[in-house]
């Protein structure tokens, strides 16, 4: 029932910032754990970032850590991804997904995907 649609993807160079939103409808992110994840062509997905449902609890991936910032506002249904000091390793479709489960990295705990954003970041 729930649908999720990301937006704030582009085109940005190495060092630069980017911030991509995740906006639900149908259903209300209240009470769900909701993550991002991307995926390069060819790759498996990965995770990247997560929230619990209270906003009590957050998880990265090492890869990001202290350079991405997750946050939801569930009065907005909106989860946002900051992402600072972008790499060329960043590129990547990024996906946003809705929680089910309480493993919050794992991505079989999420159940609703949208269809994601690309980020490319240039050297």
């Known amino acids: 029932q729930m649908q999720l649609l990301e937006s704030g993807g582009g085109l940005v160079q190495a060092g630069g910032s980017l911030r991509l939103s995740c906006k639900a409808s149908?259903?209300?992110?209240?009470?769900?754990?909701m993550g991002w994840f991307r995926q390069v062509p060819g790759k498996e997905r990965e995770f990247v970032a997560a929230i619990s449902w209270s906003g009590g609890t957050t998880s990265y991936a090492d890869s990001v850590r202290g350079r991405f910032t997750i946050s939801r506002d569930n009065a907005g249904n909106t989860v946002t991804l900051q992402m600072n000091s972008l790499k060329p390793e960043d590129t990547a479709r990024y996906y946003c997904?809705?929680?089910?489960?309480?493993?919050?990295?794992?991505?079989?705990?999420?159940?609703?995907w949208g269809q994601g954003t690309e980020v490319t970041v240039s050297s």
């Open positions: 149908g259903r209300n992110i209240n009470g769900w754990a």
């Open positions: 997904a809705k929680g089910s489960g309480v493993r919050l990295r794992a991505e079989t705990s999420y159940d609703v």
